[in-house]
C-alpha cells in the first residue's frame, strides 16, 4: 500500500508487510528528487516484503540505478533486501558502527556469541537450537554489499534536500534517525515509535544498552518536528509526549524487575523474564512464540545490565549460569 505523507518534498510510504510478525510492516519511504530517489529501508529478505516494495516503487516510477538507499540500522527487516539494490546500481548509505557488525558476523560468530550469553543466562537449549528459524537470521541480507558510511550529525544531500544523519545508539549501536531541519520532517526508524515499544536489547558490541538508549532519547527530545515517520507502525507529531512515555515505560519496567529479582533470589534472567509484564494479548509465557521469548530475554536483561551498572543488584555465576540477587 502506498500513501502519499508530503509535499513539497514529496514523501511516499510503502507498507511492507512482515508475515507471521508481531510488527505487522515496516514503513518504507520514498523520497523522489529531480535526479535521484531516497528510499529509507527495505523489509525482510522474503517474497513478500520484495513484491511489496519492489511493486510499489515501480508504481512511483522509481529507476532502481538512480536510488539512493537509506539503511537507518542493520536488523533484517529494515535491510533485507539491499542486494536488490545494490544488484540494479543503487548507492547505499549506513552507519559505519552497524555496516561493520554485519561484516563481523558474516561468519555467524555473533549468533553464537549470542546463543552462548543466552544459554548462560538461563535460555534452554532445546529454545536455543529453534533460533535458526528466526525472522532475523533466516531472511538477513548477504552483508557483502557496498556502502558509503556515514556518522553522527553529517549533512547529506539527497533527493534535493538537506539531510541530517543524527546517531540513536540503544535499539542498536549503529541505529540513525533523519531529519530534515527545514521541513522539520524526523525519520525515527525504530528510535520511537509510536503505538509500541522498541525492543531494547544487550548486544555483543554495546554495553549499557538502556542507558545508552535513554541518553539518544534525551538527544532528540527538543528537535521541532513536524512530521514523525517511524519504522513500524502509526507516525505522530507529540515526539516530545512519546519519549517521555517511553521513559516512564522503562522507569517501570526497571521497578518489576528489581522486585522480582528481590523475590526470586538467584532465579537466571530468563526465569525473571518468564514473569515479566509482556503485551501478549494474555498468552501464557508457555505458550509465547520462541522469537518472543528471544526477545523478551534480551529486554530482560537489558534492564538487569542497568541495574548492575548502578549496583542495585548482583550477579553470580553459579555452576556456569549467572543468578541475580539483590546487593
Given at each position: 500500500?502506498?500513501?502519499?505523507?508530503h509535499?513539497?518534498?514529496?514523501?511516499?510510504?510503502?507498507?511492507v508487510?512482515?508475515?507471521d510478525?508481531?510488527?505487522?510492516?515496516l514503513?518504507s519511504?520514498?523520497?523522489?528528487?529531480?535526479?535521484r530517489t531516497?528510499?529509507?529501508?527495505t523489509?525482510?529478505?522474503?517474497?513478500?516484503?520484495?513484491?511489496?516494495?519492489?511493486?510499489g516503487?515501480?508504481?512511483?516510477?522509481?529507476?532502481?540505478?538512480?536510488?539512493?538507499?537509506?539503511?537507518?540500522?542493520?536488523?533484517?527487516?529494515?535491510?533485507?533486501?539491499?542486494n536488490?539494490?545494490?544488484?540494479?546500481?543503487?548507492?547505499?548509505?549506513?552507519?559505519?558502527?552497524d555496516?561493520?557488525?554485519?561484516?563481523d558476523g558474516a561468519?555467524?560468530?555473533?549468533?553464537?556469541?549470542?546463543?552462548?550469553r543466552?544459554?548462560?543466562?538461563?535460555?534452554?537449549?532445546?529454545v536455543i537450537?529453534?533460533?535458526?528459524a528466526?525472522?532475523?537470521?533466516?531472511?538477513?541480507?548477504?552483508?557483502?554489499?557496498?556502502?558509503?558510511?556515514?556518522?553522527?550529525?553529517?549533512?547529506?544531500h539527497?533527493?534535493?534536500?538537506?539531510?541530517?544523519?543524527?546517531?540513536?545508539?540503544?535499539?542498536?549501536?549503529?541505529l540513525?534517525?533523519?531529519?530534515?531541519?527545514?521541513?522539520?520532517?524526523?525519520?525515527?526508524?525504530?528510535?520511537i515509535?509510536?503505538d509500541?515499544?522498541?525492543?531494547?536489547?544487550i548486544?555483543?558490541?554495546m554495553?549499557?544498552?538502556?542507558?545508552?538508549?535513554?541518553?539518544?532519547?534525551d538527544?532528540v527530545?527538543?528537535?521541532?518536528v513536524?512530521?514523525?515517520?517511524?519504522?513500524?507502525?502509526?507516525?505522530?507529531?507529540?515526539v516530545?509526549?512519546r519519549i517521555?512515555?517511553?521513559?516512564?515505560?522503562?522507569?517501570?519496567?526497571?521497578?518489576?524487575?528489581?522486585?522480582?529479582?528481590?523475590?526470586?533470589?538467584?532465579?537466571?534472567?530468563?526465569e525473571?523474564?518468564?514473569?515479566?509484564?509482556w503485551?501478549m494479548?494474555g498468552?501464557?509465557?508457555?505458550?509465547?512464540?520462541?522469537?518472543?521469548?528471544?526477545?523478551?530475554?534480551?529486554?530482560c536483561l537489558?534492564h538487569?545490565?542497568?541495574?548492575?551498572?548502578e549496583?542495585?543488584i548482583?550477579?553470580?555465576?553459579?555452576?556456569?549460569?549467572?543468578r541475580?540477587?539483590?546487593?
Amino acid at each position: 500500500m502506498i500513501q502519499k505523507l508530503h509535499e513539497q518534498p514529496d514523501i511516499f510510504q510503502i507498507q511492507v508487510p512482515l508475515p507471521d510478525n508481531p510488527l505487522k510492516y515496516l514503513n518504507s519511504y520514498v523520497l523522489p528528487g529531480k535526479e535521484r530517489t531516497l528510499v529509507v529501508d527495505t523489509g525482510f529478505k522474503r517474497p513478500e516484503c520484495r513484491n511489496a516494495l519492489m511493486t510499489g516503487l515501480k508504481e512511483l516510477a522509481v529507476d532502481l540505478s538512480k536510488v539512493d538507499l537509506f539503511l537507518t540500522h542493520l536488523h533484517a527487516d529494515h535491510s533485507g533486501l539491499v542486494n536488490d539494490f545494490v544488484a540494479a546500481g543503487a548507492t547505499v548509505y549506513m552507519h559505519q558502527i552497524d555496516y561493520q557488525y554485519l561484516q563481523d558476523g558474516a561468519d555467524g560468530s555473533m549468533w553464537a556469541a549470542t546463543e552462548k550469553r543466552y544459554a548462560q543466562e538461563g535460555m534452554p537449549g532445546d529454545v536455543i537450537r529453534t533460533q535458526a528459524a528466526n525472522q532475523a537470521r533466516k531472511f538477513a541480507p548477504d552483508p557483502h554489499f557496498p556502502a558509503i558510511l556515514v556518522q553522527d550529525r553529517q549533512i547529506l544531500h539527497l533527493a534535493d534536500q538537506y539531510i541530517h544523519v543524527i546517531h540513536t545508539p540503544g535499539h542498536t549501536k549503529g541505529l540513525c534517525c533523519l531529519y530534515i531541519p527545514e521541513h522539520e520532517i524526523f525519520f525515527s526508524s525504530d528510535h520511537i515509535l509510536f503505538d509500541i515499544t522498541p525492543n531494547i536489547t544487550i548486544w555483543n558490541n554495546m554495553q549499557h544498552a538502556l542507558h545508552t538508549y535513554l541518553e539518544s532519547l534525551d538527544k532528540v527530545r527538543n528537535f521541532p518536528v513536524k512530521l514523525a515517520l517511524p519504522g513500524h507502525r502509526k507516525g505522530d507529531t507529540s515526539v516530545v509526549e512519546r519519549i517521555d512515555s517511553i521513559k516512564a515505560h522503562h522507569r517501570h519496567r526497571l521497578t518489576e524487575t528489581c522486585q522480582l529479582v528481590r523475590t526470586m533470589p538467584e532465579a537466571t534472567a530468563f526465569e525473571i523474564a518468564a514473569h515479566m509484564t509482556w503485551s501478549m494479548r494474555g498468552k501464557r509465557w508457555e505458550d509465547f512464540p520462541i522469537t518472543q521469548k528471544w526477545f523478551a530475554l534480551g529486554e530482560c536483561l537489558s534492564h538487569l545490565e542497568y541495574l548492575l551498572d548502578e549496583g542495585t543488584i548482583q550477579c553470580r555465576d553459579i555452576d556456569g549460569l549467572h543468578r541475580y540477587r539483590m546487593r
